[in-house]
């Protein structure tokens, strides 16, 4: 007890100090009794202060009046409110928690006196399936159009206050996020199928899946394995076998003596040897390559190549396992990546590199396709714009309105066969560009008999190089 009355009599004589030096003043103090005490550093014993303290989220005030004992002039309710108002405290004022304080006289406890009110969090966005996939049931049968997913937004929270009466923002929820593959496009907040197949969801990506699946090795007395979606084979080609897909083709066997074509993708997790493969417009993936022709529209990954014709527009990356690249004709126009380049007995390995000439040539058929279409454009505006002022003079015949009708169809016609060309622009830009740039890394090692041609300059290695990278530096060949 003794303890607590040494502990109350420094908390007073504190509260003494914040009022004769009100620049050291932490909170609020107000001696609701102060103009009748007179001389402040003989303050009675006998008068109560009040102190407002407010929580540091600003969501709580608390009035504690201090007193050395229970002799002190009374307060009351205006006391307690003039000091919370001194200290800016003007919402969520309990009156009947001020009121009980000043009936009670509670001293020497902090006493709740205004409340805050806490912001209400906003909920999270939701993804509404339209069908009942998961990572291990797939949905087939699903029609071109046919709405997959409703994207439901996020609601937000209700803003707060704290007791000055400040606005406390709520928190926004979060977007749902649905993560898309091949076959879904997306309208404002609803995903749709982009074509007929089967709906998957891989990893959590979800896909429609235009997909033959044939479970069995395939070989010449099978014919021509063609169909408009994706191909995949459990098992393995061979024996002059030939698959065409006009989107992928997954082969979870070996391939040998016969013929690969896909409109995107090729991926292959067995050997393949004597083979040949078109990737049009995407990535061949494979472990081993031996003796045989790879074209891809974008990059190849593999293993090892070995003795192959290789024709890959990105670049190639043979990092993984052997990771070598010996043998064999290899034309890339992005980076070449690897860990080895030829062998200890020096075969002859001839790489190609950032020549771009094909590109370039195909860009200017391109760029003089889309100027002659803008001039068509520009003669359509000339008319529509003519039939145009004729209307606002109103001597427009019904010959000048079918016209008018039927140049902003040609007109609508010839901007849509104009986008697709300028994507394609684009893309040849970039691979120009990346060809510029073109380099070969050897993570370990570039044999001798390795013939290197980058960016137009040529030079043969005529001795092993550890440890070596290959790149042009706009005269020559350096090799370190």
């Known amino acids: 007890m003794e303890e607590d009355l040494v502990k109350l009599d420094a908390l007073f004589d504190s509260i003494i100090d914040e009022i004769v030096n009100p620049e050291k003043a932490g909170t609020f103090v ?51 409110m003039r000091a919370a108002s001194s200290a800016g405290i003007f919402y969520g004022i309990d009156d009947e928690a001020v009121k009980d304080l000043a009936e009670r006289q509670i001293i020497n406890t902090d006493v709740v006196i205004a409340s805050g009110i806490m912001p209400a969090e906003g909920t999270d966005g939701k993804l509404k399936l339209k069908y009942d996939v998961t990572e291990q049931k797939k949905v087939p049968n699903i029609e071109k159009g046919a709405e997959i997913c409703h994207l439901v937004p996020p609601k937000p929270g209700r803003d707060g206050k704290d007791v000055y009466g400040r606005v406390v923002p709520a928190g926004t929820g979060k977007t749902a996020e ?25 990893g ?38 030939v698959v065409k897909a006009g989107r992928s083709v997954v082969i979870r066997g070996t391939v040998s003596n016969c013929v690969i074509e896909a409109g995107k993708n090729i991926t292959i997790d067995g050997r393949v040897t004597n083979a040949s493969l078109s990737a049009k417009s995407g990535n061949i993936r494979g472990t081993e390559f031996e003796d ?30 052997f990771g070598r690249i010996s043998g064999g004709e290899i034309y890339s126009t992005g ?3 690897c860990i080895v380049v030829g062998t200890r007995e020096h075969a002859e390995t001839h790489i190609i590199m950032g020549e771009s000439e094909e590109f370039t040539q195909e860009l200017r058929v391109l760029e003089r396709r889309i100027a002659k279409t803008d001039s068509e454009i520009e003669k359509i505006n000339e008319q529509v714009n003519r039939i145009h002022e004729k209307e606002k003079a109103g001597t427009a015949t019904l010959e000048d309105k079918g016209f008018l009708e039927a140049a902003l169809r040609v007109r609508a016609q010839k901007a849509a066969e104009k986008a697709p060309v300028i994507e394609r622009v684009e893309k040849l830009n970039s691979i120009i560009e990346a060809a510029k740039k073109a380099t070969i890394h050897a993570r370990t090692v570039i044999y001798g008999g390795t013939y290197l041609k980058i960016c137009g300059f040529s030079q043969i290695i005529n001795s092993d190089r550890a440890h070596a990278s290959a790149y042009s530096n706009g005269t020559n060949i350096v090799i370190k």
């Open 178 to 202: 649905f993560l898309t593959g091949d076959g879904i496009e997306k309208k404002g907040a609803h995903y749709y199928a982009e074509y007929g197949g089967t709906l998957v969801c891989r």
């Open 30 to 80: 107000n001696p609701f009794a102060k103009q009748e005490v007179g001389d402040i550093e003989g303050l009675s014993k006998a008068v109560a202060v009040v102190s407002v303290r407010v929580s540091a989220d600003g969501m709580t005030a608390f009035a504690n009046v201090i007193s050395k004992n229970e002799n002190h002039k009374p307060f009351g309710v205006n006391d307690i």
């Open 292 to 321: 045989s022709t790879l074209v891809a529209g974008s990059g190849i990954t593999a293993s090892n190549i070995v003795g192959c014709k290789v024709k890959a527009v990105t670049g190639i990356d043979c990092t993984e396992g």
């Open 335 to 337: 980076d070449i990546n």
């Open 204 to 241: 959590g990506v979800y896909s429609i899946v235009d997909e033959k699946i044939i479970d069995k090795n395939i070989d010449q007395a099978d014919g021509v394995i063609s169909y408009s979606g994706t191909v995949i084979i459990n098992g393995n080609v061979s024996s002059k076998g």
